[in-house]
C-alpha cells in the first residue's frame, strides 16, 4: 500500500515549457485534490475531484489544467509555465467525507518546481 | 468565504515548556477543523481533528465556536515536536477539500 505517490520529486522548467505532475493513490478514495505551497501562505487548494469524470477549481486554478478518467489518477498540467507558478505542489486524496469521523486528507511527498 | 488564520510564523520554546499554537477560522456554518503537521523532510500528515476530540503525541486542540478558535496545546514540547503546523478548515459538505492556514513553525529547544 504506498498511499499517495507524486512524480516526480523536482523539476526545474523554462518559461513558457508545459509539463505534467503525476498523482496516484492505492487506496481507493473518492476525492483527490492538488495544492501548492508557498512560503507565508499556506496550502492553497488548485483544483479537486470528488470522482472519476468530475473535475472542479479551486482557489487559483489559473494556468493549470486537470483530469480524472480513473479513481487512482489525478494528474495536474501546467499549460505554460512561468515563473509565479514555482512552488512546492501537493496532492492529496481522501474517502467521501464522513460526519462521525471527520475525513483526513492522505497527502503525497510533493514536487518541487522551479520555473526560470 | 471561509479563511484560517495563525497569527504566528515563528514560534520557539524550550523543551518542557507549555506550547500553544493559536488558529482563529471565519466560516457561517458547522466547520471541521484540523491540524496537520510537517516534519523535515516528510509530507504533510493529520495531527488531530476536533471532531474525535483525542489527544495525540500530548497535543490537544478545543474549538471554540463562540471565539471562533481552534488552539493546538502540549503542556511539555519536546525537541521532536520541533516541525511546521498548519491549521485548516473543511466545510461539512466539501468533502476534503481544505482550507489552510499560513503555518506555525514550531522550534523547540534542548
Known amino acids: 500500500n504506498a498511499g499517495v505517490t507524486q512524480t516526480p520529486k523536482f523539476q526545474v522548467l523554462k518559461t513558457g515549457q508545459s509539463m505534467t505532475l503525476q498523482c496516484a493513490q492505492d487506496?481507493?478514495?473518492?476525492?483527490m485534490s492538488w495544492y501548492r505551497q508557498d512560503p507565508g501562505m499556506g496550502l492553497r487548494l488548485i483544483h479537486y475531484s470528488v470522482g472519476a469524470g468530475i473535475t472542479d477549481q479551486g482557489e487559483v486554478p489559473n494556468g493549470y489544467n486537470v483530469s480524472r478518467s480513473t479513481t487512482e489518477d489525478f494528474p495536474l498540467r501546467l499549460l505554460s509555465a512561468a515563473p509565479s507558478q514555482t512552488s512546492v505542489y501537493f496532492c492529496?486524496?481522501?474517502?467521501?467525507?464522513?460526519?462521525?469521523?471527520?475525513?483526513?486528507?492522505?497527502f503525497g511527498q510533493g514536487t518541487r518546481l522551479t520555473v526560470v | 468565504a471561509q479563511r484560517v488564520t495563525q497569527p504566528e510564523k515563528l514560534l520557539s520554546v524550550f523543551k518542557g515548556a507549555p506550547v500553544e499554537l493559536k488558529c482563529n477560522y471565519s466560516?457561517?456554518?458547522?466547520?471541521?477543523l484540523f491540524w496537520y503537521v510537517q516534519y523535515s523532510r516528510q509530507r504533510l500528515q493529520l495531527l488531530l481533528r476536533?471532531?474525535s476530540r483525542e489527544s495525540i503525541k500530548g497535543f490537544t486542540a478545543d474549538l471554540n465556536k463562540g471565539e471562533t478558535s481552534f488552539h493546538l496545546k502540549k503542556p511539555f514540547a519536546q525537541e521532536e515536536d520541533s516541525a511546521m503546523y498548519y491549521c485548516a478548515l473543511s466545510r461539512e459538505t466539501s468533502g476534503s477539500r481544505l482550507t489552510f492556514g499560513e503555518g506555525t513553525q514550531l522550534t523547540v529547544n534542548p
Open positions: 476536533h471532531i
Open positions: 487506496m481507493n478514495h473518492e476525492y
Open positions: 466560516y457561517s456554518g458547522s466547520p471541521e
Open positions: 492529496a486524496s481522501s474517502y467521501r467525507q464522513n460526519f462521525d469521523a471527520g475525513t483526513e486528507a492522505f
